[in-house]
């Protein structure tokens, strides 16, 4: 089969699985609801409360949960490729911990300065990730040789440590109630309450993907060495900065939406290289799918399983993931 | 081995190893039942208590936490429930020191220190009742305490009688969400002291059948449930006018919830409502005022 049309065929087959998760998400939960009644215009919106149920309780959690797994698994192939490394997930260039002090922040100090229906926390922790963005950036170009990917993995994994040290102290200082909701929200929420959060996320993640577009060739050169990628006429600096500029600033916008949700960037792309093999391709595009629909469900159990009460999406993530994965790894080899 | 002559020197030893061992043994006794005069209290609630039974002039140290009754603010500081500063309190020379129950750590070093300690858990109402006459006794203000318990249940006992009869609405308490969203949501269940005055408030509690003090709760329960009222309690008073208008704001996206469609989305602001201590039947009224105006 000609490599065009595999790329078709599997993403196409990708794509479907993850509409029909995200189509048929909102249908289910606690409740039981008519969705002849949700979509029923002839019933006033005050008094049609399957709609509700539809329209403000349901249908934002799954597209956050959509857009969150989608860029999380897109930046952990983009990642593990051009650092040639497959523990790299998007947490490990500190982004999601510069993401988190910036939640944490506006938490403790009670910071107020909601824009657009969009509350302080996620605004805080996106300009927490640009920040740990930019100092990355700025340390792992300073060398003359352009970006040194060890020096971006040695300053991300530093600054991991060091904004987790600063987290703890912000927790240790602040009282009960904030140290709670400040470890709940390490614990991700895709319940984002309305639909602004999403609105204000998106163009960040539109962005970072339309860049993920142009990287698939590349990322299949940079795997083999940057001396091979460069041979082949890779300009493997720009490529680099292109993929970590990308990859972070989905993972920024990924976290901002529903806090560091974890496992989502390391599992879905092994999960899917384990399916469809190594093209980035192929491996790119599965596996922003993929995490969509994998996000989704691990949701739904979130919203169901113990129902009326909430259950942590992160929990459930590692929880079903971590397993999964440890079968199909065994399996295949 | 030659046997040891039985000398005065030993002798001597024995009556001084024997009074030692008598002194160890009694010594927590006549602490327990002297009547303490330096208390130090980790729970606010109780620190309140303290105060309600007459036993205020003896508390020497507060946690780092308390604000009331207005005294303490003067009363040194020695951590709270996760960080209690043991060197602190030892030093304080407290003769009771009263601890929450899952502070063991702190609990085994007073023991080692031979200072008595009273152990208190959150629990429903009735509760705090109970500790609140345990404490007199152990204070020695048992008479004051009577009294007190026996105006708080008056109190309560009114509200009952006020409510008696009325449609009890059924009633959402909260007690947590993230500002102006409809985030992180946590309501009372079916259990513990905030269920407890609820009920005696005349409202009917939608999360009584989960057997949680605390649940966080999906805005599709909520929808769901379909609650008559919502209580939302806060910390802070929330000014008239655009802030209130915001907060009512959230939860006008539930437009098909009772409470949100005929605008009974109340607040009760203030520390108080939440430490489950002689204030409660202060806050049981104020609650019942909100539901049955």
Known sequence: MNIRRRIVTVVSLFAIGAIAVVLWAPTVGSTSISLAKAFDRSIPWEENVDAQIFFVARLPRVLSGAIVGAALAAAGVVLQAMLRNPLATPFTLGVSAGGALGAMLAIAFGLEVGMMGVSSIPIASFAGSLLAIGIVYWLASSQKRGLSTNVLLLAGVTLNSFFSAVILFVQYMSDFTQSFRTVRWLMGDLDVGNYSPIIAALPFIVVAFGVFAVLPRTLNLLTLGEDVAAARGVEVVRAQRLAFLSASLATGAAVSLGGPIGFIGIVVPHLVRLMVGSDHRIVLPAATLFGAAFTVGCDLAARTIMAPLELPVGIITALIGGPFFLWLLVKKS | ?293
Not at chain 2, 114 to 137: C, K, N, Q, S, W
Request: no cysteine.
């Open chain 2, 1 to 293: 081995m030659t046997k040891r002559p039985n000398t005065k020197a030993t002798k001597v030893t024995k009556a001084f190893l024997l009074a030692l061992l008598l002194f160890v043994v009694f010594v927590p006794f006549v602490l327990a039942f002297q009547r303490p005069q330096r208390i130090i209290s980790l729970v606010p609630a109780l620190t309140e208590m303290l105060y309600a039974v007459g036993a205020g002039p003896q508390v020497v140290a507060v946690s780092s936490y308390d604000e009331y009754p207005p005294e303490v603010k003067a009363l040194p500081r020695v951590g709270a429930l996760l960080d209690p500063d043991t060197e602190r309190i030892i030093a304080l020379k407290p003769d009771l020191v009263i601890t929450y129950g899952s502070q063991v750590d702190l609990q085994a070093q007073m023991k080692r220190a031979i200072i008595p300690t009273f152990d208190y858990r959150h629990a429903g109402l009735a509760h705090i009742l109970v500790t609140m006459t345990e404490l007199g006794v152990r204070t020695g203000h048992g008479a004051e305490a009577e009294q007190a318990v026996a105006a708080i249940e008056a109190r309560l006992a009114a509200v009952r009688a006020r409510v008696a009869g009325k449609r009890r609405p059924k009633t959402l308490l909260v007690f947590s969400r993230e500002p102006k969203t409809l985030r992180n949501i946590y309501v009372s269940g079916g259990r513990g002291f905030l269920h407890d005055m609820l009920e005696i408030a005349g409202g009917d509690d939608v999360f009584k059948d989960l057997d949680k003090e605390s649940v966080q709760v999906s805005t599709e329960t909520i929808l769901a449930r379909a609650p008559d009222v919502i209580l939302e309690l806060r910390p802070e008073e929330i000014p008239l006018g655009q802030p209130m208008q915001d907060e009512l704001a959230s939860w006008s996206r539930l437009a098909s919830v009772p409470a949100v469609r005929n605008k009974q989305v109340l607040f009760i602001s203030g520390h108080a409502v939440t430490v489950p201590g002689p204030r409660v039947a202060e806050s049981v009224e104020r609650m019942a005022k909100a539901l049955h105006p």
